[in-house]
């Protein structure tokens, strides 16, 4: 009854979501200094969701599901199109990667303050504290 709560998998997607942002802007940061790298970032999330929903065709609720879009797999990144490139090529700002991360860290955050409101709600349904 209570294994497949959509409020409880749209919080792990986001949580997902989130590291996998984590993963390329750590990677857009190592590749600072490198002569032609362009900045990568992930769709936003809330897009990937409203891309989801209009999308009315075949859903995979399993991974052995073939030729469904298993919600919160894996992410393509895209190249960041509002950054500037230097002279090298290389289109990365520290300043924008640092604020970046601070973005995904809310947006984790978000994703745990979500989970953990909506087990408080369980828990309180079931008479538990």
Not at 7 to 36: C, E, F, K, W
């Amino acid at each position: 009854m209570f294994d497949n709560l959509e409020v409880l998998q749209l919080s792990q997607a986001m949580a997902r979501h989130a590291g996998a942002r984590q993963a390329i802007a750590a990677g857009n940061l190592a590749h600072a200094d490198t002569p032609g790298h362009k900045a990568r970032d992930l769709t936003p999330f809330p897009q990937l969701v409203l891309q989801d929903q209009a999308s009315f065709g075949l859903r995979a609720t399993r991974d052995s599901h073939l030729a469904g879009a298993r919600h919160g797999g894996a992410y393509e990144p895209v190249e960041d199109e509002g950054a500037v490139s230097d002279p090298n090529g290389n289109s990365i700002s520290l300043e924008t990667e640092m604020l970046r991360a601070v973005d995904i860290r809310r947006q984790h955050d978000k994703a745990l303050a979500v989970y953990r409101a909506s087990l408080n709600i369980l828990r309180s349904s079931l008479g538990r504290q």
